[in-house]
């Protein structure tokens, strides 16, 4: 099964900053869609932010104003940059591309395999 490689993560004081990075697969003529996951022991797996080939991001509430997504597409790459982290951010990422290509119809997921971040107080 295909993984996305992911990169970064690591520990950090409350307030610091990390930036986690994805080397997704790029298909011609397919658009991209990337997602940045996140996952606490006995909790659900929740979308942190998630940026389409138009560009356009989102954000959980929870991570507003200090995660940022971007996008380097020359390099197939995603970023969180991830800023005043709090111990509430402690949890496994994980990166997730969906692809959808107009002129075969085909479509599918990859995942990471995921990159811990610890934030102690």
């Known amino acids: 099964q295909v993984q996305l490689v992911q990169s970064g993560g690591g520990s950090v004081q409350a307030g610091g900053s990390l930036r986690l990075s994805c080397a997704f697969r790029?298909?011609?003529?397919?658009?991209?869609?990337m997602s940045w996951y996140r996952q606490s022991p006995g909790k659900e797996r929740e979308v942190v932010s998630s940026?389409?080939?138009?560009?356009?991001?989102n954000y959980a509430d929870s991570v507003k104003g200090r995660f940022t997504i971007s996008l380097d597409n020359a390099q197939n790459t995603v970023y969180l940059q991830m800023n005043s982290l709090k111990p509430e951010d402690t949890a496994m990422y994980y990166c997730k591309e969906d692809y959808f290509c107009w002129s075969s119809g085909a479509r599918g997921q990859y995942w990471g395999q995921g990159t811990q971040v610890t934030v102690s107080p």
């Open positions: 940026i389409d080939s138009d560009g356009s991001s």
């Open positions: 790029g298909f011609d003529y397919c658009d991209v869609d």
